[in-house]
């Protein structure tokens, strides 16, 4: 018997979504935002050792999260769909409204 497609289609989401689910990772989407940057500038621009953030750049690209172009012995990493920041967006919305909330029910209690 084969999977609801829907059930499939969440399955595919949360593997996304476990892909952005490192610190590090949301750095590179975060360094990313604004176009493509060389991988041999990646890791020191968000002050990680180059050996960890290639793991980490190897999950986003299996993910299809990155994409990379070569140019030359250079490799350049860009978002594969920039629509990601979308949604990292509205989970700082929701963290933000989190703290309101919190910090009124600390003010009130």
């Not at 949301?26 to 960890?52: F, H």
């Not at 980490?56 to 990155?66: E, N, R």
């Not at 594969?80 to 949604?87: D, G, I, K």
Request: aromatic letters at 4%; hydrophobic letters at 40%.
């Amino acid at each position: 018997m084969s999977k609801d497609p829907k059930w499939q289609r969440y399955e595919m989401q949360a593997q996304l979504i476990t892909a952005l689910a490192h610190p590090i990772r949301l750095a590179v989407v975060d360094l990313l935002k604004d176009g493509e940057v060389c991988v041999c500038d990646i890791a020191d621009r968000i002050g990680v050792e180059r050996s960890n953030t290639s793991r980490h750049l190897a999950l986003m690209l299996k993910a299809g999260v990155l994409k990379t172009r070569k140019d030359g012995l250079q490799v350049f990493y860009s978002l594969q769909t920039p629509c990601v920041l979308n949604f990292l967006g509205c989970a700082t919305k929701t963290l933000e409204q989190n703290l309101k909330r919190q910090t009124k029910a600390m003010a009130s209690g």
